[in-house]
Nanobody
Framework: QVQLVESGGGLVQAGGSLRLSCVASGRTFSNYNMGWFRQAPGKEREFVAAISSSGGATYYADSVKGRFTISRGNAKNTVYLQMNSLKPEDTAVYYC????????????????WGQGTQVTVSS
């Protein structure tokens, strides 16, 4: 069992930045590929970014490429999402996910999910 707890969400003006964190516990963090997803009101959950277990490979949705950066600190059991140049359309609940294969994470079928953290971007 893996427990994921997100933090770092909040209210920010358009053009601003936030860094989300997701702390994992319960199993060996470095075995898992990690991802971030988001869900806006009335919309389906969508993929944002993912990172391989070693951190050597990253994947991004086109909508965030060049603005968001995913990284991980295996010693701290934490995955991060640095979000720059935020736009009102980035407003959503952001979820952390973990699984044994990167393709499963990217597909949104990860085995483990956090409870989410709210990000609100004002115009």
């Amino acid at each position: 069992q893996v427990q994921l707890v997100e933090s770092g969400g909040g209210l920010v003006q358009a053009g601003g930045s936030l860094r989300l964190s997701c702390v994992a516990s319960g199993r060996t963090f470095s075995n898992y590929n990690m991802g971030w997803f988001r869900q806006a009101p009335g919309k389906e959950r969508e993929f944002v970014a993912a990172i391989s277990s070693s951190g050597g490979a990253t994947y991004y949705a086109d909508s965030v490429k060049g603005r968001f950066t995913i990284s991980r600190g295996n010693a701290k059991n934490t995955v991060y999402l640095q979000m720059n140049s935020l736009k009102p359309e980035d407003t959503a609940v952001y979820y952390c996910a973990a699984d044994w294969t990167p393709s499963t994470v990217v597909a949104g079928a990860a085995h483990y999910w956090g409870q989410g953290t709210q990000v609100t971007v004002s115009s």
